[in-house]
């Protein structure tokens, strides 16, 4: 019992961590990141400079704390702004059967939230 239960946990902790993955080039740390949810609110000219992506494996994390682990890292490689796309949602199954032939599932489900690194010209 006391195995089921430390699986548990480690499964619930690991699955509530944040991952974020960045494609793009970096510049020296800024102290403040604008935010956009959408290009047309910029009146001035940028240029993109990366794409980030940043998803949580559980109901214990928030899209908010996404987002806030991506402002973080748009002001550690120089961003200016951030321009957020809509945030979705992934589902997974996975199916296994024990030697006994008892088959379970698991249901997973990840949030994730998409972005854009600009600089302003």
Same mark, same amino acid.
């Given at each position: 019992?006391?195995?089921?239960? $430390?699986?548990?946990? &480690?499964?619930?902790?690991? /699955?509530?961590?944040? @991952? %974020?993955?960045?494609? !793009?080039? *970096?510049? =020296?740390?800024?102290?403040?990141?604008?935010?956009?949810?959408?290009?047309?609110?910029?009146?001035?000219?940028?240029?993109?400079?990366?794409?980030?992506?940043?998803? $949580?494996?559980?109901? &214990?994390?928030?899209?908010? /704390?996404?987002?806030? @682990? %991506?402002?973080?890292? !748009?002001? *550690?490689? =120089?961003?200016?702004?951030?321009?957020?796309?809509?945030?979705?949602?992934?589902?997974?199954?996975?199916?296994?059967?024990?030697?006994?032939?008892?088959?379970?599932?698991?249901?997973?489900?990840?949030?994730?939230?998409?972005?854009?690194?600009?600089?302003?010209?």
């Amino acid at each position: 019992m006391k195995y089921v239960i $430390s699986v548990l946990v &480690l499964f619930l902790l690991a /699955g509530g961590c944040t @991952k %974020i993955d960045y494609v !793009g080039e *970096e510049y =020296g740390p800024v102290q403040k990141v604008d935010v956009y949810y959408s290009a047309d609110d910029i009146e001035r000219p940028y240029r993109t400079i990366g794409y980030i992506s940043g998803s $949580s494996g559980s109901w &214990l994390r928030t899209t908010k /704390g996404i987002v806030s @682990k %991506i402002v973080a890292r !748009g002001k *550690e490689v =120089g961003a200016d702004a951030v321009i957020f796309g809509p945030p979705s949602r992934t589902y997974d199954m996975a199916i296994s059967s024990d030697d006994e032939g008892r088959v379970s599932s698991h249901k997973t489900s990840s949030k994730n939230v998409s972005a854009v690194f600009i600089q302003y010209e």
